[in-house]
């Protein structure tokens, strides 16, 4: 089983308890954030990292930031919620997640406001709880679905980390080889060590190899070789934002795995809850790709590695046309050949 | 100008003098190696390398392999030569410049064995010194050659390094590059860093910058985001093998990086000198693919970044099938959608 990635702990005074993903697999360490600025910086840092794990922190963030306005006015204090929501959604712009959570926070406020400001601050830490207990029950039935196109004896792709650290529980990419191993399935999985941040390398390698599952670590760009020379039956990736035309915009090297798998003849299937989907945007060319710093390529493991003064392109995200993907493998089930029609159907 | 890579130092008591590519760009050291366990050693541990800098190191450290064997029975030297031949070719595999570099030696001990041993070594000396005379050559060439493929303005993705840090003197990939530069032409070079060693990052990078041409640093997994999203007109490679049919052996990241080339529409370009093919095998299948320590991949930055125990699987090279190459740049002039047939043309 995986480690509790993100969870509440205690009660109104509590705190939101988190894994630091930034020093993993060397140490095992939770942080507990009081306060907003510390769960903003987590999520920057990314000490809390994948998309639906990035939501259930914004919306415990959320909640901590609110819960010591002092006021009985409920007006004045949904214009400070507001100021909080802003805060937490100017940390990382790419993973809808957020997006979604801090817009879920939002609603049940505004649909609470004829309740005294107490009431709404206990309402809003019951929704940012269910928001994760909701996380942990969708990762469970992405992995029962998706463990379905998981034959015994099957070679499969991951990149970056999708699994349990990047949600509250089972993970999105992962559950379905998680639930595969669950049901006697023997799998063997590469895993792409997912440059600059190495969250293949630190994360979904421990996190298989906790679960005993067969693994095998590579660089990224051999990828195409163990392709066409090993065993590989499926790709299978997790999500940051799907557009509502399928396009799917996830950890940089994606798109390029696409391709690969294309060429290969193998599936490429994305595993994500529905609520990475972004309906307010028609394709991929509307998400927008956060540029990170360039010392994460020049000098990311404690040693400079490239010139002093050398121009660097430091993408975080890429985006896998709809075409390129075989299945997106969600909580209600399995959208073969997704497009914006059948995307509709299964979400409504 | 390029550092001078590789060359001999002295008379025939003197040494080949090396940059120790490992330590760059952080310093710049020459190592001067004057037996040929140093020499050896020196391919192993990537000290010098690229395909024609190795094949040059390979002669040169023949020479200083055999200068001391105390005998004047040519035949009972000749023995001896061979010994020192099959060792340095149990450097490294894959190369088969050091191959054609260790059989010219061969064949020049062998048609002089109606002279004395003593001046037998000599012609040996003399010959190492005009292998690396003719890569420099053969660099300038290529550069003129491959130059007239680049327009002004062109952006160019570079996967490793094949600069003048793999050559005696200006490099095959890079050559082009640097002759355009010469002639006036603006070019922008996206540099893939080229994990696990970091040529790209450590060589590329430091070799473009020195001869201020204009170039960005990218994670190789970016090449596919970066083929659709900024302007890229051409790719240009190396490679440390060609088979006769023209399929190349190069850096691993090179096979998938012409996938993603293909599927952007971008000419894919080998440059490298006919002392890279081998006409003795007729496809990519037959090259034998170096694989090397797992430790590369999980503690390439001075600390450990996967779990104790993790599965690694590290080849060092993959096979470019000719169909995905536009065109070879050689010294003798550009051979257009390689084939057998062509390939013979030209080099005979």
């Not at 790709?235 to 557009?243: H, K, L, T, W």
Request: charged share 25%.
């Amino acid at each position: 089983m995986p480690v509790s990635t993100i969870e509440w702990e205690g009660d109104f005074n509590g705190s939101v308890k988190i894994v630091d993903q930034t020093i993993l697999p060397g140490m095992l360490k939770y942080i507990s954030c009081t306060d907003v600025e510390t769960v903003w910086d987590a999520i920057k840092k990314l000490k809390v990292r994948g998309a639906p794990a990035i939501g259930i922190a914004a919306a415990m963030g959320t909640f901590i930031g609110i819960r010591n306005i002092e006021t009985d006015s409920v007006s004045e204090f949904l214009n400070k919620f507001e100021d909080v929501i802003s805060y937490i959604g100017s940390s990382r712009p790419t993973a809808v997640n957020l997006f979604n959570a801090l817009e879920r926070m939002k609603k049940t406020a505004n649909s609470n406001e004829n309740k005294s400001v107490k009431e709404i601050k206990s309402i809003l830490l019951e929704e940012a709880i269910k928001i994760c207990d909701e996380d942990k029950a969708s990762c469970r039935s992405i992995g029962t679905h998706g463990a379905a196109l998981i034959k015994d004896g099957m070679g499969i792709i991951t990149h970056c980390n999708a699994g349990g650290l990047a949600t509250a529980d089972f993970g999105t990419a992962l559950a379905p080889m998680f639930t595969a191993k669950e049901q006697g399935k023997k799998i063997h999985v590469f895993v792409d060590e997912t440059r600059p941040l190495l969250q293949g390398a630190r994360l979904t390698a421990w996190e298989l190899m906790n679960a005993e599952i067969d693994a095998t670590l590579i660089c990224d760009n051999m990828a195409a070789h163990v392709m066409k020379n090993k065993k590989v039956d499926c790709v299978i990736v997790g999500a940051d934002r799907i557009a509502s035309n399928g396009d799917a915009a996830n950890k940089i090297g994606t798109y390029g795995l696409s391709i690969l798998a294309k060429e290969h003849n193998i599936p490429f299937y994305v595993a994500a809850p529905v609520s990475t989907f972004d309906f307010n945007i028609q394709s991929g060319d509307e998400i927008p790709i956060e540029e990170r710093q360039p010392e994460e390529v020049t000098e990311g493991f404690g040693m400079r590695t490239a010139p002093q003064g050398v121009k660097v392109f430091n993408p975080a995200f890429d985006v896998t046309p709809a075409v390129n993907i075989a299945a997106i493998i969600t909580e209600h089930g399995i959208i073969e050949k997704p497009d914006r029609e059948k995307i509709k159907t299964l979400i409504d």
